[in-house]
């Protein structure tokens, strides 16, 4: 059974880091394409990061140069470490996996299969 389960969510000042994990059970994800995505109230779920079976990287445009996506196999986790956070940032944040081997990042939800509980973010200016 497939089973994502973010952590590392909080309260933080604008300006301010927080690194986000997402511990994979139930498979060996080490190929799996994965993503972190965004859900703000009352606005669409929005891709953030992703990594794809081999390593590629990709970033909303939104977020590039403060936040970094990476993986540890060995520990089948996944990570995501953001920094200079502003309060537009608050939202929840997910992770998701996809089954499907994939060279290419993949930043929109309805590419994924599985889906993480979520971790509440909240940036205050």
């Known amino acids: 059974q497939v089973q994502l389960v973010e952590s590392g969510g909080g309260s933080v000042q604008a300006g301010g880091s927080l690194r986000l994990s997402c511990a994979a059970f139930?498979?060996?994800?080490?190929?799996?394409?994965m993503g972190w995505f965004r859900q703000a109230p009352g606005e669409e779920r929005e891709g953030v990061a992703a990594?794809?079976?081999?390593?590629?990287?990709t970033y909303a445009d939104s977020v590039k140069g403060r936040f970094t996506i990476s993986r540890d196999n060995a520990k089948n986790t996944l990570y995501l470490q953001m920094s200079s956070l502003n309060a537009e940032e608050t939202a929840m944040y997910y992770c998701?996996?996809?089954?499907?081997?994939?060279?290419?990042?993949?930043?929109?939800?309805?590419?994924?299969?599985?889906w993480g509980q979520g971790t509440q973010v909240t940036v205050s200016s």
């Open positions: 998701a996996a996809s089954p499907r081997f994939s060279l290419r990042p993949l930043l929109l939800s309805n590419e994924y299969n599985y």
């Open positions: 139930g498979y060996d994800y080490s190929d799996w394409p």
């Open positions: 990594i794809s079976s081999v390593g590629r990287l």
